[in-house]
């Protein structure tokens, strides 16, 4: 969850405790809108212009903050998305050459990232043809193994610091003040990020990349987040979320069935069990231009999830939207402006005339 992320981050800084908090209450949240059927109620009633406006601007987000990692120096000790003054040398295990061979890379073995030709024949029939390329060349796991390998490269002291095995599990002890001000601090921002792009933005985009599939449940979805929080965060765990972000990112890399992500699972779970606390040790020497390369891709696919929007009125919408969530550094901001503008739109196209007409004959009849 990004926003706690950020607050544990920050200045404020929040204990592990806290966190944990944070987390455990936005599970709960998660999953009384789902429980009760609100969350349904609050997808099927959100204007489309807006929840891809919330898209769009998450998807740009991330686009800003890849070629920030890019192009210059990062220094994550201080801040997860800062950059320093300092451009990243063109050369070296984390130089700017490596993630621009890293970019051509992807783009020639993804392309655009859609694997289908859409062809109209003589009679106006629609023909869906599976390109033939290199599109099933798993390029994201490809870069992600160089990028392992460059750690160990770039700091070899780091094999003799590995302790294999799992990290000991172990209650996290939660006090009353933890929650206070883990629910203020950390829950409050993240709110309004995991309803909208962590269900709703999620529902949506599963239904734009798989129209053939049954769509998916919000409360589900919103249940399956309060789930998985509710047990992680006793042990520790860091409050995570689906996150539309995620699910554009594996499919912009080949992922089309739920197959992809248990491997994804079990890929993390090995790693998890193997090198235990010691696989942080490695991710710090991980190159940043290429997490930035991976990230670009991402960010590129969600953003294009706005992309059908059919109006000019929708597209108003959709870009107030975005243009007050990236501006302002919140979702919520922009998805309120969002929902302003929308009615304020649907107000000015009444036909007052009509209205009153109607209302004025019904008092004479009276």
Request: proline fraction near 4%; include cysteine.
């Amino acid at each position: 969850m990004k926003s706690i992320a950020a607050v544990a981050l920050s200045s404020a800084h929040l204990t592990v405790p806290q966190i944990m908090a944070a987390g455990l209450a936005v599970a709960a949240v998660l999953l009384v809108l789902g429980a009760t059927g609100l969350m349904t109620c609050i997808y099927r009633l959100l204007p489309l212009p807006v929840v891809r406006g919330v898209q769009l601007s998450q998807g740009l987000s991330f686009t800003f903050t890849a070629v920030k990692y890019v192009r210059y120096v990062q220094d994550f000790s201080r801040s997860s998305s800062a950059s320093t003054s300092a451009a990243r040398p063109l050369l070296g295990l984390d130089g700017l050459v490596l993630a621009l061979a890293a970019l051509l890379f992807i783009i020639l073995a993804t392309g655009s990232g859609d694997d289908e030709d859409v062809v109209a024949s003589d009679d106006g029939t629609v023909i869906r043809r599976r390109r033939r390329s290199c599109s099933r060349v798993p390029a994201a796991l490809i870069v992600f193994a160089l990028g392992l390998v460059l750690c160990f490269v770039r700091d070899p002291s780091i094999l003799r610091g590995l302790r294999f095995g799992p990290a000991p599990l172990r209650l996290v002890r939660i006090t009353w003040d933890d929650f206070k001000i883990g629910f203020w601090e950390g829950a409050v921002p993240q709110l309004p990020l995991s309803v909208f792009n962590s269900v709703i933005a999620v529902c949506k985009l599963s239904s734009d990349l798989f129209p053939d599939r049954a769509e998916l449940s919000p409360a589900r979805v919103s249940v399956s987040v309060g789930l998985m929080n509710f047990v992680g965060c006793w042990f520790g765990a860091m409050p995570c979320c689906h996150g539309a972000g995620g699910l554009a990112g594996q499919y912009r890399f080949g992922g089309r069935s739920g197959a992809s992500v248990v491997f994804l699972a079990i890929g993390k779970l090995a790693l998890g069990l193997v090198f235990g606390n010691s696989f942080v040790t490695i991710l710090g020497q991980f190159p940043i231009g290429i997490l930035g390369v991976m990230l670009l891709f991402s960010g590129i696919e969600l953003a294009m999830a706005s992309r059908d929007m059919g109006t000019k009125e929708e597209s108003f919408v959709m870009l107030i939207c975005a243009g007050v969530s990236l501006t302002g550094s919140s979702a919520a901001l922009g998805f309120i402006s969002g929902i302003v503008l929308y009615l304020l739109l649907r107000v000015r196209d009444v036909d007052y005339r009509a209205l009153f007409g109607r209302w004025g004959s019904g008092r004479r009849q009276t």
